[in-house]
T-cell receptor
Framework: KNEVEQSPQNLTAQEGEFITINCSYS?????LHWLQQHPGGGIVSLFM???GKKKHGRLIATINIQEKHSSLHITASHPRDSAVYIC?????????????FGKGTLLTVNP | DAGVIQSPRHEVTEMGQEVTLRCKPI?????LFWYRQTMMRGLELLIY????????DSGMPEDRFSAKMPNASFSTLKIQPSEPRDSAVYFC????????????FGSGTRLTVV
């Protein structure tokens, strides 16, 4: 079993819909990261969080340490949000430790 | 800041040749990571450095792979000899130890070994 599990693997939505991507992990962590990767493109770090909730524009990330679960929400989705969203955890101190990645969720937002 | 800079962006080489990938981290970041991404295995850590010292190289596939960080502003990942199964996208990332600053990834090097 992977240490980091994401669901769903694939998600198709209509523009404007509210989107939720889930991430569960099975190990003790120091931080959880949400990353975005456009097709053929680089990787952008969206959030790093160790507790509570963070918001950036239309993106919201939450984490429940007791349940070992995190969610990434996208409000008012747009076709430009189409990308692979990757959950990753770090087990060492702060961000200065290697990441263990989920398999990613491919999001397609249709106009 | 220009971000994490990787070169080359694309590399096509013949099996058996030596390949060198380069990375310039963000100035002031003290940790540097090399990751590999393939369709089959997703993203995997190869090696990471802290203050220019290799900390964990357990992800380096075999002796054909080597990485160096001679100073805080430069790192290389070398494959010698290269094999078709090394074809992947190689990402370099850097991070800052203090302040809870997350990762910054480079644009990646797409390596094709024919």
């Amino acid at each position: 079993k992977n240490e980091v599990e994401q669901s769903p693997q694939n998600l198709t939505a209509q523009e404007g819909e509210f989107i939720t991507i889930n991430c569960s992990y099975s190990v003790g962590i120091s931080a959880l990261h949400w990353l975005q990767q456009h097709p053929g493109g680089g990787i952008v770090s969206l959030f790093m969080l160790s507790s509570g909730k963070k918001k950036h524009g239309r993106l919201i990330a939450t984490i429940n340490i007791q349940e070992k679960h995190s969610s990434l929400h996208i409000t008012a989705s747009h076709p430009r949000d189409s990308a692979v969203y990757i959950c990753a955890v770090s087990k060492g101190g702060g961000s200065n430790y290697k990441l263990t990645f989920g398999k990613g969720t491919l999001l397609t937002v249709n106009p | 800041d220009a971000g994490v800079i990787q070169s080359p962006r694309h590399e096509v080489t013949e099996m058996g040749q030596e390949v060198t990938l380069r990375c310039k981290p963000i100035s002031g970041h003290n940790s540097l990571f090399w990751y590999r991404q393939t369709m089959m295995r997703g993203l995997e850590l190869l090696i990471y450095f802290n203050n220019n010292v290799p900390i964990d190289d357990s992800g380096m596939p075999e002796d054909r792979f080597s990485a160096k960080m001679p100073n805080a502003s430069f790192s290389t990942l070398k494959i010698q000899p290269s094999e078709p199964r090394d074809s992947a996208v190689y990402f370099c990332a850097s991070s800052l130890e203090e302040g809870g600053i997350g990762y910054t990834f480079g644009s990646g090097t797409r390596l094709t070994v024919v």
